[in-house]
């Protein structure tokens, strides 16, 4: 493959966008279950950010070009204790598309939001806990 110059410069994660069909229930399960708080609502609620770090997760319900999926990119939220987080997540008996699992490197768990999108639930390990990571 001959290499090329390449004219687009990516700087940073602007965003993960998840598209919902039903805003009032999903907003439900992403603060509600989640535990997100809104930071901005935007297009009369149709679209709903959530700072998490250095990046944002939104949610949105814009119209039929752009629908939900299990087939798309998923967002992984990061948790501080993921035992916990599986506990909660199951008591709520929200649906599990990968049951958590453990890599050398992380646990997760792979959930899904009431419109079928998949969101992953992560714990990366510490560095004393990782085996060898590809």
Known sequence: MTKHENKMKVKALAFV???????????????GVLGLNASEEMMSGKWVEYSLGNNTLAIAS?????????????????????????????DQNIPFSTEPFESPCCRMAIIKDPDGNNVVIHKLKRENEKGVCI
Do not use: C, H
């Open 17 to 31: 966008g998840i598209p919902v069909t039903d805003m009032k229930r999903a907003r439900t399960f992403y603060e």
């Open 62 to 90: 814009v119209g039929p070009g752009w629908l939900p999926s299990d087939q798309g990119t998923g967002a992984a939220l990061e948790v501080e204790n993921f035992g916990d987080a599986i506990k909660w997540l199951k």
